[in-house]
């Protein structure tokens, strides 16, 4: 994931400015709950739009 987010910085997607460990870790994190969570309820949990959001805030916060 690091990778993927450096090579968005050098192709100028991503903001150079973007913290690249806070965005892996955080992502990690949520993928993991978000696993978690889907294995109880696997009804009422997406991840598919949980993660989407998720990734919207953050190109919100370093466009």
């Known amino acids: 994931m690091a990778d993927a987010i450096e090579r ?19 992502a990690a994190a949520l993928l993991d709950g978000m696993q978690q969570q889907w294995m109880l309820e696997p009804d009422r949990i997406s991840m598919v739009n949980n993660v989407r959001a998720h990734v919207e805030t953050f190109k919100q916060s370093w466009a």
């Open 8 to 26: 968005g910085e050098a192709d100028g997607s991503i903001p150079s400015a973007a913290p690249t460990r806070l965005l892996v870790e955080s």
